[in-house]
T-cell receptor
Framework: GIQVEQSPPDLILQEGANSTLRCNFSDSVNNLQWFHQNPWGQLINLFYIPSGTKQNGRLSATTVATERYSLLYISSSQTTDSGVYFCAVEVDDMRFGAGTRLTVKP | EAQVTQNPRYLITVTGKKLTVTCSQNMNHEYMSWYRQDPGLGLRQIYYSMNVEVTDKGDVPEGYKVSRKEKRNFPLILESPSPNQTSLYFC????????????FGPGTRLTVL
């Protein structure tokens, strides 16, 4: 089945810093989504981005489907950005990466 | 507000006592699914449904049942829960099987003693 790899696995930032999270996938996909799992366990939809670039406030994402990767950019990070960020891809069903655990320190 | 709801949000139960976790969506989505999330194993699909009366197994269906009698509801049934089913469960829905954004419920933390 399709493999989804996220990097880095852990990231610690000072408030205000910028970061880039990466998602590599092993085959062509129909869909790609980025989620944020907050400390209470809820999965929040960030981007539905099978290709191209999208921006939403301080967050933006780019998927280059032909090269099988996606990037999530977080600018001017805040403590509320802490949590785990998941990339999920879909061919016949949805497959999640292992996530990047982000800690933003005040 | 468009959403996926799950109940209960937290549940502690004992081995063998049948339980049902409800899931409902108000977006008229055809596709619904259940996932479990475990440390080190990530999110894995349990069952999915492409429409009313159409259900199929995901990666980890053992010990679970589902039904889809109405479009909006997709309950997860544990006939005889065991401690290895202690997990965080998510229900999700989307418009159709492919090419659509999937929306997740708030999660249900289940502990089986």
């Amino acid at each position: 089945g399709i493999q989804v790899e996220q990097s880095p696995p852990d990231l610690i930032l000072q408030e205000g810093a910028n970061s880039t999270l990466r998602c590599n996938f092993s085959d062509s996909v129909n869909n790609l989504q980025w989620f944020h799992q907050n400390p209470w366990g809820q999965l929040i939809n960030l981007f539905y981005i099978p290709s191209g670039t999208k921006q939403n406030g301080r967050l933006s994402a780019t998927t280059v489907a032909t090269e099988r990767y996606s990037l999530l950019y977080i600018s001017s990070s805040q403590t509320t950005d802490s949590g785990v960020y998941f990339c999920a891809v879909e061919v016949d069903d949805m497959r999640f990466g292992a996530g990047t655990r982000l800690t933003v320190k005040p | 507000e468009a959403q996926v709801t799950q109940n209960p949000r937290y549940l502690i139960t004992v081995t063998g006592k049948k339980l049902t976790v409800t899931c409902s969506q108000n977006m008229n989505h055809e596709y619904m699914s259940w996932y479990r999330q475990d440390p080190g194993l990530g999110l894995r699909q349990i069952y999915y449904s492409m429409n009313v009366e159409v259900t199929d197994k995901g990666d980890v269906p053992e010990g679970y049942k589902v039904s889809r009698k109405e479009k909006r509801n997709f309950p997860l049934i544990l006939e005889s829960p065991s401690p290895n089913q202690t997990s965080l469960y998510f229900c999700a829905s989307k418009r159709g099987q492919n090419y659509n954004e999937q929306f997740f419920g708030p999660g249900t933390r289940l502990t089986v003693l």
